[in-house]
């Protein structure tokens, strides 16, 4: 993994910040949290991209809250003038 900061998706809506960083700081020092808020989905910064693949290694497809997690490597935001206009 050459990033260190996650996609966490398929969260329940009631997670919070604080929730997901006591989760993941079982795995390595957690950075940055942000849950975007009523859109189920969330990024967790690890310190270390080795910190990060562990966390996605024990934590993808487990169940969270009552959901099934879907983690991934985080990818860069596309800039807005790659999305087409009608």
Do not use: C, W
């Amino acid at each position: 993994m050459e990033s260190s900061k996650l996609y966490v998706g398929n969260l329940t809506y009631s997670v919070n910040e604080e929730q997901l960083k006591d989760l993941f700081s079982q795995y390595g020092t957690v950075s940055d949290v942000r849950v975007i808020e009523r859109k189920g989905f969330g990024f967790v910064e690890m310190s270390s991209p080795e910190e990060a693949e562990a966390a996605k290694e024990a934590l993808n497809n487990t169940v969270f809250e009552g959901r099934t997690l879907k983690i991934d490597e985080a990818r860069p935001p596309r800039p807005r003038s790659d999305y087409q206009r009608y």
